[in-house]
């Protein structure tokens, strides 16, 4: 039988390369994001996930009209870049607002229909940045450390109730992620950190607009949809980042630090 899913972020990227191919499976896909766009396979509502009382009124006109939401996909998302000590307190509320808040908005919106329902599988998007920091990328990271360390304590909190919690956390691709980075204007324009970060940043792009297609994630998130015990993560990268964040757990933090540091130049 077809699933009731809503997915944040379809309009670009892996979120609309994952809400094609899950509604070319069959299933209905709300899709949610600011742009929204044409009702065509996928059914787009367009809000901000910011926005916690207008996730909470999407999410419960979706439950009356359908009756239930057996998946939720928190795919919405952005970067900045930039040095952690330049960062100002609205490029730091719009990073964690929309990365963490985003998520913590859509699953506050859902549990309730799910619990009720007795069962329903949430998927959130980490990254390998939320398994080691990355310079320069730094609140990107600690959004997405925040999103880890929530979706583990939601696992063992909603497991009761018949509800799964996964992570997937992808390595670098191709979508309209780097196009959309805002970087600190403060650390471009900074003695200090201008040109390393300058240098960083082009070696960031570089390596995300050579990534892996979306259509890869798709698959797994697809996946992910379809199986009856899903495992708790799943990373998705090329064998080098796999590798690196294989190595992460087990190697000493300092080695970690010149390795990142190394990698990035900086
Ligand atoms: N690309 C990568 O290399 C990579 C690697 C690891 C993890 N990720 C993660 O994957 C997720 C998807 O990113 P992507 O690579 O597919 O980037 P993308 O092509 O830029 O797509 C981002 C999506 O998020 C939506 N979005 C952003 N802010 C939003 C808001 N406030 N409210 C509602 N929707 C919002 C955008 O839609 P609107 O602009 O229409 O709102 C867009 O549909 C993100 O969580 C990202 O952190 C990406």
Redesign the pocket.
């Known amino acids: 039988m077809g699933k009731i899913i809503v997915i944040?972020?379809?309009?670009?990227?892996?979120?609309?390369a994952t809400a094609e191919l899950l509604a070319s499976k069959g299933h209905t896909v709300y899709g949610?994001?600011?742009?929204g766009g044409a009702d065509g396979a996928i059914k787009q509502v367009q809000?901000?996930?910011?926005d916690a009382a207008q996730m909470r009124s999407i999410v419960a006109e979706i439950a009356e009209r359908e009756g239930r939401i057996d998946v939720l996909i928190n795919?919405?998302?952005?970067?900045i870049g930039g040095a952690l000590e330049l960062a100002t307190p609205e490029e730091i509320d719009l990073q964690m607002g929309?990365?963490f808040m985003?998520c913590v908005n859509m699953c506050q919106a859902v549990l309730p229909v799910m619990r009720r329902q007795g069962y329903g599988k949430i998927i959130n998007?980490s990254?390998i940045?939320g398994v080691m920091g990355l310079p320069y990328q730094g609140f990107y990271s600690a959004s997405k450390f925040a999103i880890e360390g929530f979706s583990e304590a939601l696992a063992a909190e909603v497991k009761v109730f018949g509800i799964s919690v996964s992570m997937v956390e992808?390595?670098?691709?191709a979508?309209?992620?780097t196009a959309?980075r805002r970087n600190s204007e403060a650390t471009l324009q900074d003695r200090s950190y201008g040109p390393i970060f300058r240098r960083s940043l082009s070696l960031i792009e570089k390596e995300?607009n050579g990534?892996l297609k979306?259509e890869v994630l798709a698959k797994r998130i697809a996946h992910i949809v379809d199986c009856r015990r899903p495992a708790m993560r799943y990373v998705v990268a090329n064998l080098e980042q796999w590798a690196s964040v294989a190595l992460k757990r087990i190697i000493p933090g300092r080695w970690m630090v010149n390795i990142l540091k190394d990698y990035y130049k900086c």
């Open positions: 944040t972020g379809a309009s670009s990227g892996f979120g609309k949610v994001s600011r742009r809000g901000n996930v910011r795919n919405a998302g952005m970067g929309t990365n985003g998007l990254s940045g992808p390595g670098d691709f979508t309209g992620f959309s995300e990534g979306p």
